[in-house]
């Protein structure tokens, strides 16, 4: 297959993952396209030869969590209001969309944990070494997030 076809399947394929991940982290649509187009420039130029589809999801997943620290640090960052893009959202139902949101205002380090694992499908070995932790800080982080999401849907509830 030449270089430009591998290309464009690449990003067919993994669009949606790396702006989801960008927009977890940045919780800003605009900058999450930003980071999106400059993570697939990245791959672009990178010639890099892949062994496979997964070694290729877990760069783009690495580049992508890079990117977004590298942008937390830019003075002029702000963030957008999370239910007014969620609405803008195609999600199964309003069920998946609300979720969404409640995921979206727990802390990063659940939040980044959650998507990764749950929305993405990597296993908490491919977070830990994505963001940098041991497994078992994964494991942690992915209960105590079940646990605050599960706190959030009883007390609106009552």
């Known amino acids: 297959m030449d270089a430009e076809k591998w290309f464009r399947e690449a990003v067919e394929r993994h669009r949606d993952m790396v702006f989801r991940l960008a927009y977890t982290y940045l919780r800003d649509p605009a900058d999450a396209d930003d980071v999106t ?5 990245k791959l672009l130029r990178s010639g890099k030869r892949f062994e496979g589809d997964e070694h290729l999801r877990y760069w783009l997943v690495r580049v992508t969590i890079n990117e977004c620290k ?4 830019k003075p002029w960052r702000r963030v957008e209001d999370i239910e007014a893009y969620a609405e803008t959202l195609q999600a199964p139902s309003e069920q998946h969309r609300d979720l969404l949101v409640r995921v979206m205002r727990l802390p990063e380090k659940y939040r980044v944990p959650m998507v990764l694992h749950y929305y993405i499908g ?7 070494r994505a963001i940098k932790v ?6 942690t982080r992915l209960a105590r997030g079940r646990a605050r999401l599960k706190s959030m849907l009883e007390g609106e509830k009552r």
């Open 70 to 73: 590298s942008l937390f640090r």
């Open 122 to 128: 990597l296993s908490t070995d491919e977070v830990a």
């Open 134 to 139: 041991p497994a078992a800080t994964v494991r």
């Open 37 to 41: 187009q400059d993570v697939f420039v």
